[in-house]
């Protein structure tokens, strides 16, 4: 070893909540002076927002101040609302989503126009490929100076017109109210997604007393519930003279808060279940008749089982390319059954032999009702059992070579309660920490998987720990280079005494690059060497939060301990093997089946 | 210090058990044997839109983002106020024409998507601007043609043509001659035939229903109650 344990503490005096101190307590004294007890009274657009946005139930906001945005914040003062102000926007969407995430309803991302809007696109654009709902606010220059290139204006409707499930242009005061309801209700009905409402400066100011509404779907957006009677019918006989049938539990399971039914379907068909990425913690990993996720990095017997099933029953699941491999070699024998709230994921990328449209909850329980035996699958159960044997994910333990990822991740799993909060940054970390932490709850598992935005980690844990219960630890797992990305947001959870813990598997490398250039571009490592990080122990020393560097099996298991116990925010810097690899790989377009295990197999 | 292990235990890809099923690029099942090219085919789309800014964006965006191949557009307002009905020629294969549909049927602006048959009417205009040196000739092809002579200068002569895709391609060969120095034409726009509503669920202005034209907001409340009745029996 290079280096010993270089173990260091923060000095707590600065670390405790601190009430002495002036910048902290005054503007919340004010607050208590100034709030009124009830709703915001409506005077004017930005208030219409504000009051919108009680009535919806919202109870947390994250953001950052500016220009055209400050009628809205002005009007939050006097709100309920907290409002977490972030080091830089898209820690705003990352966090606002990763709340969304956690609480079952719509995160809400405030910004200014120009570069706060354009700031938050990378975090909407995420949400967007997640189905993730967020509800985006953001100013604009007046109406008038609209189309003028006026200073700080970017057509922000036009920017993320792409990236959102519906955006709008307030245009009165005395609507502006019922359109951001109709906007955060549209965002987590059906699909859930992003929707975003651009407020111009003028709008805001304007006076109204027109009383917004509960939030509202807009009539033609209502989304389909039951799937009809026929498609039922043609999909339970498949399930029933399947030999082979698969579950294939997508994040949709998760989002339609179905979790209960669909662990119930699987176990009383006894039909062995995959995730997604998203889905995972949709099914508990615990359970015998999990396989864990399938994909470019999933289990082998996830991707065995996944080539092999006859009848592959996909819920709230858009069969995206990570997942499917080759298009041409997945489920090859298999008849499809896509249970999907967007009629538009069936038959997108795989065609769908019994298409059921609906609400996951409601259409498995139509299933359910109409099915009228199990399939009769003890042999493929005990094929899915000895894949599971055949492709173990074990690892050995070398105490004189360089900590293994793996491990650390265990030793947070083991050390944590089932309902611990994981968030990713994006990369090989992502990978480990979904692979070897054994999920068993749903909205535990909070990642950017669609985007693959690195940097997610950090915000996410910081939103995650607003929405989770006092009881749920917060745990980021983050690369370094992923964590370079947005470590600013470290400073927020400084400020607001966040109890999370980020533990960093630093190899030096942006290392799925690294893996990448070593398996398919001649080991040329362009642009993947980060030997020029900062001592993260340290800086996160500097930001108030406490800090540890571990590079020894012997220290993980106290670091871990004390990162836990510590009550705010600490980072924990593990110098793990830069030559680790993630493996199961299945190489990009390759099928699920022919998973590599090592490089060699590529 | 020594070198971790990479890699993980298991029996390697070559040594697996693999299906010989394969699935084409449309994802759907195939006999490998007889593996096609899926053909494509061009499909008339009309969709009806709430009219409000950004919605022929949102259209165009859509088509653009998805690589959706989109040969023509053409919108305009319909009997309803505060909508309008946007055409549509794509050239995609069946699957990618479903996807089509349904991505539109997605946006929050749109109220109603529908493919049009063999059997809609469809009709589609061309402006042409053609050399003027043999006026008699271009107005004998332009009759031939039943179009219109909107402009006649000394140097150019302007004709209008309506009528299908093919109708106007011969008409544009058969112009050929004179010189043609300009061009501007539309999609073809198009209607479901008979009492088939364009798009499902497609319902018209009350007023509409009266079988004359609606005057210019004259209209008082009584005729509007009228209106409503007479479009409910209609409908």
Redesign the interface.
């Known amino acids: 070893?290079k280096e010993s344990a270089s173990q260091t503490t923060a000095d707590h005096s600065h670390d405790e909540p601190s009430a002495a101190d002036p910048a902290e307590t005054t503007p919340e004294a004010d607050e208590e002076r100034t709030k009124p007890a009830g709703p915001t009274p409506v005077t004017d657009g930005s208030t219409s927002v504000v009051r919108a946005l009680e009535n919806a139930g919202v109870q947390h906001a994250f953001g950052v101040q500016g220009g055209a945005i400050m009628p809205i914040y002005d009007a939050l003062w006097d709100s309920d609302i907290e409002h977490i102000t972030m080091a830089h926007e898209q820690g705003a969407s990352h966090a606002a989503d990763a709340y969304g995430v956690v609480a079952g309803t719509p995160g809400v991302a405030l910004a200014t126009s120009g570069p706060g809007a354009t700031n938050l696109v990378t975090g909407i654009a995420d949400a967007n490929m997640d189905s993730d709902a967020l509800l985006s606010l953001t100013g604009q220059v007046p109406s008038h100076m609209v189309g003028s290139d006026a200073f700080q204006e970017t057509d922000t409707?036009?920017v993320t017109?792409?990236i959102t499930?519906?955006n709008y242009?307030a245009n009165s005061a005395d609507t502006i109210g019922d359109t951001v309801g109709e906007a955060f209700a549209?965002a987590e009905s059906g699909r859930p997604g992003p929707t975003l409402v651009d407020l111009p400066k003028d709008v805001s100011f304007e006076e109204t007393d027109v009383e917004p509404g509960e939030p509202t779907v807009?009539q033609?957006?209502e989304p389909p519930t039951t799937a009809d009677a026929a498609s039922i019918m043609a999909a339970a006989r498949a399930i029933e003279r399947a030999e082979k049938p698969l579950l294939l539990f997508g994040g949709g399971v998760i989002k339609a808060n179905a979790c209960e039914t669909a662990r119930a379907f699987a176990r009383d068909l006894e039909i062995p279940v995959v995730t997604t990425m998203p889905g995972i913690g949709s099914f508990p990993e615990d359970d015998e008749l999990c396989l864990s996720w399938a994909g470019m990095h999933g289990t082998?017997y996830a991707n065995?089982a996944i080539?092999?099933t006859d009848c592959l029953i996909g819920v709230g699941t858009r069969?995206d390319d990570r997942l499917t491999g080759g298009?041409?070699?997945?489920a090859?024998?298999a008849e499809v059954v896509h249970i999907d709230i967007?009629?538009?994921e069936?038959?997108?990328?795989?065609?769908a032999d019994y298409p059921c449209i609906g609400d996951a909850e409601l259409v498995l329980n139509q299933l359910t009702a109409e099915i009228d035996h199990a399939p009769d699958a003890r042999e493929w159960r005990e094929q899915c059992q000895t894949w599971k044997t055949?492709?173990?994910?074990?690892?050995?333990v070398?105490e004189?070579?360089?900590l293994?990822p793996e491990f650390i991740v265990e030793a947070f799993d083991e050390a944590t309660d089932d309902n611990t909060i994981v968030t990713t940054g994006v990369g090989q970390h992502q990978m480990w920490a979904a692979q070897y932490w054994t999920y068993t709850e749903p909205r535990t598992w909070v990642s950017s998987h669609g985007l693959g935005t690195m940097g997610y980690g950090l915000p996410a844990a910081i939103g995650a720990r607003f929405a989770a219960d006092d009881d749920q630890d917060v745990v980021c797992f983050d690369g370094d280079g992923s964590f370079l990305m947005t470590l600013q947001e470290l400073s927020v959870a400084v400020r607001e005494d966040l109890d999370i813990t980020v533990a960093i598997l630093n190899n030096e490398y942006v290392g799925m690059v690294r893996q990448w250039q070593d398996a398919f571009f001649d080991g040329r490592h362009m642009a993947s060497e980060y030997n020029w990080m900062p001592e993260f122990d340290k800086m996160a020393q500097a930001f108030g939060a406490q800090g540890w560097r571990v590079d020894n099996y012997d220290e993980v298991a106290p670091a871990v301990e004390e990162a836990l116990a510590y009550d705010g925010p600490s980072v924990i810097d593990f110098h793990i093997?830069p030559?680790?690899?993630v493996?199961?790989m299945v190489a990009s377009g390759a099928?699920n089946?022919?998973?590599?295990?090592?490089?060699?197999?590529l | 210090m020594t070198q971790n292990e990479q890699g993980l235990q298991g029996p390697p890809p070559e040594e697996r058990p693999h299906p010989d099923g394969r699935r084409n690029s449309q994802g759907i099942r195939i006999d490998p044997a007889v593996e096609a090219e899926p053909r494509t085919r061009t499909a008339l789309v009309s969709a009806l839109v709430e009219h409000e800014p950004g919605v022929l964006a949102r259209v165009s965006g859509l088509f653009s983002r998805r690589q959706f191949n989109i040969e023509s557009l053409t919108v305009g307002p319909t009997t309803v106020e505060g909508n309008a009905r946007i055409t549509l020629v794509v050239e995609e294969t069946e699957p990618g024409i479903d996807q089509v549909k349904k991505q539109l049927g997605k946006l929050k602006p749109v109220l109603s998507v529908g493919e049009l048959g063999d059997r809609a009417i469809r009709s589609e205009l061309v402006l042409l601007k053609v050399n003027g040196d043999e006026p008699d000739k271009v107005h004998a092809v332009t009759q031939m043609y039943d179009g219109e002579t909107l402009d006649a200068g000394p140097r150019t002569i302007t004709v209008q043509l309506t009528g299908t895709h093919d109708s106007i391609e011969d008409a544009i060969d058969a112009f050929r001659q004179f010189g043609i120095i300009e061009i501007a034409r539309t999609g073809p726009t198009a209607l479901a035939r008979g009492d088939t509503p364009t798009t499902p669920g497609e319902k018209p202005a009350a007023e509409a229903t009266l079988g004359v034209p609606a005057t210019d907001g004259g209209d008082t409340a009584e005729s509007t109650v009228a209106d409503e009745t007479q479009a409910e029996t209609t409908n």
């Not at chain 1, 069936?346 to 065609?351: E, T």
């Not at chain 1, 055949?390 to 050995?396: A, K, S, T």
């Open positions: 070893m409707t036009g017109m792409p499930k519906h242009f549209l807009p033609n957006a082998g065995m080539t092999h069969f298009i041409d070699t997945f090859p024998e967007d009629p538009a069936i038959s997108k990328n795989i065609h055949e492709y173990p994910m074990d690892y050995p070398d004189d070579a360089p293994r093997d030559e680790a690899n493996y199961p099928p089946g022919q998973f590599a295990l090592s490089e060699e197999q």
